[in-house]
Each structure stands twice: as C-alpha cells, then as structure tokens.
C-alpha cells in the first residue's frame, strides 16, 4: 500500500499510532456515523454502510497492530487503541454529532493515562521469532525508537544515556589520574595534586549518580527498565568509589613506593575502565544489531582484564607473603591489592549489567 510505503521512514511508535488513528477514524463513523446520516433508513442499510466503511478500518488496522507487535505486546497495544479511540471519538462526538462537551471525557482520559502507566511501566521490548522478523524486513521497520509511544503527551524521557555516558567519563579521569599519581608516587608534590584529581571525578561522578536517581523517581517512562537503571548508575559509582578508596588507602597506610605488582594492577584497572566507558556510550543505539554486537564484545574484553587482574593478584600475593619480611609492610599491601583486583571487579559487574540490557533490548 502507497500509505505504508510513506510511513516507512517513521519510527515503529509512530507508524504504529498513524495507522491505528487512521483506522479508528472509519471505525468510529463505521459505529457511529450513521446515527447522524441514515437514523430514519432500514437498519440493514446501515449495517451495509457501516460493513463497508469498516472494511477500510481493518485495512489500516490490520497493518498497524502487525507492525505494533513487533516492538509492543499485545496488552500495550490494545491501550495504545484505547487511549486513540478517546482521541478520536470525543471530536467526532463534539463537532459531528453536535453532543456537548462534557467533563466526564477529561475523567475518562485520566483513567487512560493511569492505564497507560501501568502497561507500559516496566515493559521491555518484545522480542521477534524469525517470521515476525522477515515481516519486519518487508517493512523496513528496524529503525524505529520503540520506547515513548506517548512521550508528547506524558511527562519526557530523562537523558539517562547522556547522564551514564558523563559518568564513565568521569570515571576514566579519575582512573587516569590514579594512574598518573602511581606512575609519580616518588614525587609527593604530584602525588597530592594526582589524589586530588581522583577526589574530584569522583565527587562529579557523584553528582551524577544522585541526578541518575532524582530523574528517574520523576521520569514517567524510562529507554530501559527502571530497576537496570538504577543498578547501573551505581554499580558504575561503586567503580569511582573504589578508585578513590585507592588513592587514600595508599595514604593512610603510609605506602612508601610502588611495585610492579601494584603497576600491573593499575593498568589493567585502567584499561578496564576504558573499556567500561566504550560498553556505556553503545547502550543508547543498543537496538541495532551492530551495536549491540559491539556491546557484547566489549563486555567480553572487561571480562577477559578482570581474569588477568585475578591472575596478577594471585601472583602478587603469593610472593607478598613468601617474600615480604615486614609484617605491616604485608597488610599494606595485601588491602592495596585487594583494591586495585576489586576495581575491576566492579567493571566487570556493570559489563555484566550492560550485557542484560543489550540481551533485553536489541
């Protein structure tokens, strides 16, 4: 059809709405229309008037609801019809059959939206089996953003995305000044303004976390589930958190110099952090195919570090204990590995969240 070939380029969400509005525009003039142009014709005249206008509803319908479910369940869509039948409906009442405009419509469309909330709250995208998905070829549908169906009439979508890419950023910044402050452990001069980097990125990363959960106690409908973002946001604050655990630990334990041990740990957590900070910036675009390969795989790298970290701590501390002849030198130590393993760790955590959300929603 020329009408679905047009709405190709629209979003899932929108080609869904387009064609279920359309079709409940015939379908209320089907029901309703001919209580106004033929009220004193036969009764079956206007079943065979309202037959064949019909037969256009379900023209439009049939298309929509199929296209619909492939990103929205069956209970999402029949709200979506609801919440559009009001739309339309109420006009036509007004304007078509000359009824009056009454507050009860504003009550009904209040239950709507609480219907809307409860359906569309904490659902996840609905996944294609193969059929639906050559269906879905036909179309040229897979580009379409299938969240925030209503998002003009509801309140908006916080940029969670933004918001997680600003943390792991910060996250990388205070990972690379821990990394300098290692490096320069000799130069107590730098060493200080180094920690003093790492407290910095992380009180922002901080900031970041506490905007992440203020917005999503006010955000109507989240990208993803609620609960992934909550997890998430600080599960990466846990990785910042421990950098800085780091930096002080070598301070208030009075650590006097670097070994290779604390070297190579330092570099993996690095390395895991870049890696983390790449995985966070795919979650937004994580519905196309590509990306959310690319998800995955990093994910895979994080892990891969965090088994060489495991590696790297098992040695270290195998030869602490053999080696080391001054006992507090070993508790020293032995906490500044344990941290530096923990770090990545955590990354490995969040690459693990990321590989839930990826599995969800692509």
């Known amino acids: 059809m020329p009408l679905l070939q047009s709405l190709q380029s629209l979003p899932v969400s929108a080609q869904t709405v387009a064609l279920l509005a359309l079709s409940n525009v015939f379908m209320t003039f089907a029901w309703y229309g001919h209580l106004k142009n033929l009220a004193t014709s036969p009764w079956y005249i206007a079943a065979l008037v309202s037959w064949g206008i019909a037969l256009f509803e379900y023209m439009l319908q049939v298309p929509g609801n199929r296209i619909g479910f492939t990103q929205f369940n069956v209970g999402q869509l029949k709200i979506m019809q609801e919440v559009i039948t009001l739309c339309v409906f109420v006009p036509f009442a007004v304007f078509y059959l000359n009824e009056p405009l009454r507050l009860d419509y504003l009550w009904a469309a209040l239950c709507m939206v609480g219907a809307v909330y409860f359906i569309f709250r904490s659902a996840s995208p609905r996944r ?26 509801l309140p908006r979508e916080g940029n969670f995305f933004e918001m997680f890419n600003q943390h792991a950023s910060y996250i990388v910044e205070a990972a690379n000044a821990f990394s300098n402050m290692v490096a320069n452990y000799s130069d107590v001069e730098k060493r200080e303004a180094f920690n003093r980097e790492v407290d910095n990125a992380e009180r922002s990363a901080d900031r970041i976390t506490h905007e992440v959960n203020r917005t999503l106690h006010k955000t109507f409908i989240t990208p993803i589930d609620r609960e992934q973002i909550h997890k998430l946001i600080n599960t990466m604050d846990d990785v910042a958190d421990l950098i800085q655990d780091s930096a002080e630990t070598m301070a208030l334990y009075d650590v006097r110099k670097m070994n290779e041990d604390i070297l190579r740990l330092t570099e993996l957590s690095v390395k895991c952090c870049m890696r983390l900070k790449h995985a966070v910036s795919l979650l937004a675009n994580v519905s196309q195919a590509a990306t959310a390969e690319a998800a995955l795989k990093t994910c895979e790298e994080i892990d891969k570090l965090e088994s060489d970290a495991d590696h790297v701590m098992r040695s270290a501390m195998s030869r602490l204990f053999r080696e080391e002849p001054d006992v507090r030198e070993v508790i020293k130590l032995k906490a500044v590995y344990e941290l530096l393993e923990t770090i990545t760790d955590k990354c490995e955590d969040v690459a693990n969240l990321i590989e839930g959300v990826v599995l969800e929603n692509s």
């Open 128 to 153: 294609l089996n193969s059929r639906e998905s050559q269906m879905c070829h036909i179309f040229d549908i897979f580009q379409g953003n299938p969240r925030m169906l209503f998002g003009k009439l």
